[in-house]
């Protein structure tokens, strides 16, 4: 092949070179063009985002202790905004579960740290990404000290859980006064789980969402006695009640006691309900409207008195933002988070001397190892029971009136 001549070459290299120059000219002048167009129209180019890193483990941890500190050693106003109980009560639960529950911290965390963030979590229904930046943990200590702490609080239940105290013939307490030997309470409640399409029809209530019945049972100052978690949405309250009588750890009902129930429960001996087809609830009385039967007063006396168990649910969910709503927990593990808020709620009611939350609230015993209520079963003793108590009511309120 010839070669190309030396002076083709220089004048293909020079042609090579203005070609270059004039591309670049351009460029320029379009960059520059650009430039002008953004000065004009006043858009700003945005710096270059920069992150900051602790440079240490010792500034870590400060910055961590720095986050804590004000919330359970700054006021006893930041501590109940953020944990739901005052500091003392904070320290008290502690200790309970260092002692009792057999929770440890270690190196890197504090046992008050890991309390922390387990009852933030359940105030604030926060999740583990922003638990993560509160506290500069990662989302796998988030989650192991969560459990950690969950595990240590119910083995404390044999302790938190309330033991019945029956009403006694002394009571002056006008609501409870007429129910001799009651123990307190008793009711369901609802609260969203998420399930999988297969458990969707089982655990869909009548109103349509998705839910876990909760069984409860508490005492007059609202204080939980028993809980049964986890059965589906559609069960019905009766059959969550044969459950609890039937299971290895029973809602113990000793002879001769009772529970107050609603007019969705049956009425038999240790469960006493509302006449049906009376008026009953506060809200009628509340109007101004007289009882004009023994049945009506006795529904009006038993709707004051159970109207507890109904201010009890709501005291928990208001304190427990973690029970208002659809969790990404299992649902296996929302019943021991139910258990758990239910122990804490009641620890709170006993170690703090005014509950702050029970303000905002709007009005809508030993182990006994004699015999105990096994069975649902009604009868004509129960009901005569209950029309004798109704019209001894009714005659003592018309005694009273018409003196």
Known sequence: MARIPLSKQKKIAATCIVIYRQIMVMVMEIILHLMYLLSVTNIKIPKPISFVFDDSLKE???ARVLNIRPMIQGSDIACLDNLRMDRACFYKLCEM???VGKLQGNRNTSLEEMV???LFTLSHDTKNRRTQLHFRRSGETVSRHFNLV????LRCHHI?????TAVTENCQDDRWKWFKNCLGALDGTHFKVRVGDKDKVRFRNRKGDLTTNVLAACTRDMQFIYLLPGWEGSAHDNRVLREALS????LRVPQGNYYLCDAGYMNCEGFLTPFRGQRYHLSIWKRGSLPVSAEEYYNMKHSQARNVIERCFGLLKMRWGILRHTTWYHRKTVSRIILACALVHNFIRTYMSVDPMESLLVDNMEDNDGDNIEIMETSATWNAFRQELANEMYNTWIQTRNP
């Open 60 to 62: 870590r941890l400060t």
């Open 150 to 153: 969950l595990q240590a609080l």
């Open 116 to 118: 922390a963030l387990f």
């Open 247 to 250: 299971r290895q750890n029973p």
């Open 160 to 164: 938190l859980l309330k033991k019945p």
């Open 97 to 99: 579960l260092r002692d």
